[in-house]
């Protein structure tokens, strides 16, 4: 199995930034599609960004030039950095993975069978 460990998410300002992280193991396993979702309440989660073991990103049209994906595989650690925060932004965000997926338009995963925890975003 992998164990996905979220942080640094908070509070903060409208048009600020925060950087999350997503830690996984096992140390010896590189999931192939990894991604960042969120989730507003009473709502699905929605894809946010994705990318592959290969570096290929994808992100959700919504946030395109908000928000950057990048995986290293060195510190088994996955990240999710944005900008310009908005306070329609507020929401649980999760990462998941997979072992076989791919990475799909719209910033999300062709599968994910691995999620964390979360780690709430608030924007004011």
């Known amino acids: 199995d992998v164990q996905l460990v979220e942080s640094g998410g908070g509070a903060v300002q409208a048009g600020g930034s925060l950087k999350l992280s997503c830690a996984y193991s096992p140390v010896s396993t590189t999931p192939r599609c990894m991604g960042w979702f969120r989730q507003f309440p009473g709502k699905e989660r929605e894809g946010v960004a994705a990318?592959?073991?290969?570096?290929?990103?994808s992100i959700s049209d919504s946030l395109q030039g908000r928000v950057t994906i990048s995986l290293d595989s060195a510190k088994n650690t996955l990240y999710l950095k944005m900008n310009s925060l908005k306070p329609e932004d507020t929401a649980m965000y999760y990462c998941?993975?997979?072992?076989?997926?791919?990475?799909?338009?719209?910033?999300?995963?062709?599968?994910?069978?691995?999620w964390g925890q979360g780690t709430q975003v608030t924007v004011s």
């Open positions: 990318i592959d073991s290969n570096g290929i990103e």
């Open positions: 998941a993975a997979d072992l076989y997926a791919r990475v799909r338009s719209g910033g999300v995963c062709s599968g994910l069978s691995y």
